[in-house]
């Protein structure tokens, strides 16, 4: 492997591209998390301020480091000055995961939010307990799983929960969004240089906020500094005491299946750098993802810490490593001094979000044209438990708007409308192993490795049978997972009945 003695720099103009776009992510999940924290859990701004956010602080800032430098030495060792490093942040999916179906429901039956705040430190400590265990294992599943398996899991989050989520968000405030939207794809797709070589996505968030306060979108009286520095605070007596109570235990089949979807989601965007260029080794990328967990729980945040989507993006945008430092330090800041309603008041989210909409996009097409052109039917297979995730979601949102939700309203009422919600529950729970094993089975068929296919379907019978994917409960506090052996039978079944078929005809090709 060739290496250079001349150290990559730090910092290049095209890191603010991607500081600026994953700046904006980190930002929507730190809104999420006072929002939802202070709004629905009723958690006091102490423990928002005080610990959770300087908790985050930490794990955030570190990562960030820690990935830079992985960068870093990938550029020394490969001789190469175009190596990006693995964007780092909050999990969204166990964000929404630990408020609803852990901390919501203890507080609706304790009425205590410093409670929830303490099981949900447990739960993020052995989310990262997981992910630590998951590195020793991660690169063995990676060599036996097809490139078209792990990327087509990714594109369907990013054609979903990240492209239209924030394609909504653009078209539902045109007059400030769609202009930066359009630079950034001037700069992005085009490669058209900005004036004075500014960076696009620096000039993009510039007329948005420039358009954002001459359109009277946002508010002067909200213009005010808030600024508190909270220092982290070692929060191990808290997590202890919510370890050694047996009531965790409850919320078990939340933390395990969060833990290792986020070890396959780490291990999917490790696939997505590889295929960009970029070959980072699987066990120190994993292994420091859980160490960030853990430490953020022992510091007082709730919520793990994950490699994020989005590095072929962040690539294509030009980004090196000096944008995820960048990033560490900002959101650090804001973290330890509370002042993330300030710069909320200055800059509005939809001047920014259409970066992220560019990264969605890159992602989608990064699985079909990082993977052989045979294998694109496997690829396209794979997006549709995504579909069937973000589906539910907005049916769940559109009742809960309504003032009512799933369990109130009953599944037979949509059966009546024609509407297979038992269906789409079932794909949505468990989708990204589904989405792996669909699309695997798929590129299987495609090969005419009939074995193979067979084997993966004998895994989906067992994912079934222990309620890993397809089963589920509606319960009043919502849609949870149901663990256990055949948590899903006729699920087991039909997979079992799949794989007797692949193996049957794979016999007879093979006697031809």
Sequence with gaps: MAQTATPPPWFVRKDLDGFFGLMIDNLIQLILIVGLCRGLIGLPDSYIFGKILPGAAISILVGNFFYAWQARQLARQSGRDDVTALPYGINTVSLFAFVFFIMLPIVQETKDPVWAWKVGLVACFLNGVIEILG??????????????????????????????????????????????????????????????????????????????????????QALTLNWSLSLPAFSGDSLWEALVHPAFLNYFSVILPMGIFNVVGSLQNIESAEAAGDRYKTFPSLMANGIGSVVAALFGSVFPTTIYIGHPGWKRLGARSGYSSLNGIFIGFLCLTGTIQSVLGVIPLEAGIGILLYIGIIIVAQSFQETPKEHAPAVALGLVPALAGWGLMMVETGVRVAGKSLYEVGLGKFSQESVAIHGMISLERGFIFTSMILAAIGVALIERKFARAGMWSVAAALFSALGIIHAYELTAGGITSRFGWMAAPEFFIAYLAVAGIFFLIGYFVERE
């Design 135 to 220: 590195a020793f294992v991660a690169e063995a599943v990676r060599r036996v799983t097809p490139r078209a398996a792990l990327l087509s899991a990714l594109s369907g989050i990013a054609i979903t929960f990240i492209a239209m989520d924030f394609t909504f968000k653009i078209f539902a405030q045109p007059l400030v969004a769609l202009v930066p939207m359009a630079l950034i794809f001037v700069a992005y797709f085009s490669h058209q240089k900005m004036p004075l070589g500014l960076p696009g996505g620096m000039v993009a968030i510039a007329v948005g906020t420039l358009l954002g306060w001459s359109l009277g979108t946002m508010n002067a």
